[in-house]
């Protein structure tokens, strides 16, 4: 299976928390590529659109106003099955339900102020990397430890 590319938001909450570090250092030990990554203060109309599934629910206006309010670090990670595998490691919705060993679960206590956002499929993903960066904002290079994480079958 091919290499997949999943977007993570590090959200306001992990900003004010000074946690970014951490959580981008957790995606790296994991053995995912950072294939871009930004710091940008996201726009209330783009947030509108990346959670337009959410548009009817009660939280709709806070989750717009909180990811709006200061900036997040978006990043693009690349790995195989990336995108289930980071979606595992960012774990359930509500902090406080999220296992431990998990993002939420070792950082959040919140359903809306949960450290991270991880795109939650592959085709999900692939719109969602194209919502927050340009093809040029995407690097392409080879990563020294690649033969280390991955098997010769795997690399295929
Ligand atoms: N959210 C919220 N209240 C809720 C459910 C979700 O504020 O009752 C927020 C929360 O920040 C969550 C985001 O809306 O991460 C998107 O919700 P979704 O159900 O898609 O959760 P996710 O895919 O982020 O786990
Ligand atoms: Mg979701």
Redo the contacts with the bound molecule.
């Keep these: 299976m091919a290499m997949e590319k999943t977007l993570v938001i590090i959200?306001p909450d992990a900003l004010n928390r000074s946690i970014v570090g951490e959580i981008i250092s957790r995606f790296e030990k994991k053995g995912l590529k950072i294939a871009a990554m930004k710091m940008q203060k996201l726009h209330e109309e783009k947030l509108r659109e990346h959670?337009a599934?959410?548009r009817d629910?009660?939280?709709?206006q806070?989750?717009v106003k909180?990811?709006s309010s200061i900036p997040s670090v978006l990043v693009v990670l690349e790995g195989k099955e990336a995108v289930e595998v980071v979606?595992k490691m960012?774990?359930?919705?509500?902090g406080r339900k999220a296992e431990p060993g998990t993002i939420?679960g070792d950082y959040s206590m919140?359903?809306?102020?949960?450290i991270?956002?991880?795109s939650?499929s592959v085709e999900e993903a692939k719109k969602e990397v194209a919502r927050f960066f340009s093809e040029g904002e995407i690097q392409h290079y080879s990563k020294l430890d690649f033969d280390w994480v991955y098997s010769n079958d795997e690399k295929k």
């Design positions: 959200k959670y599934k959410h629910k009660a939280f709709f806070d989750l909180y990811m979606r960012t774990g359930h919705t509500v939420r919140s359903v809306q102020l949960n991270v956002h991880a939650d």
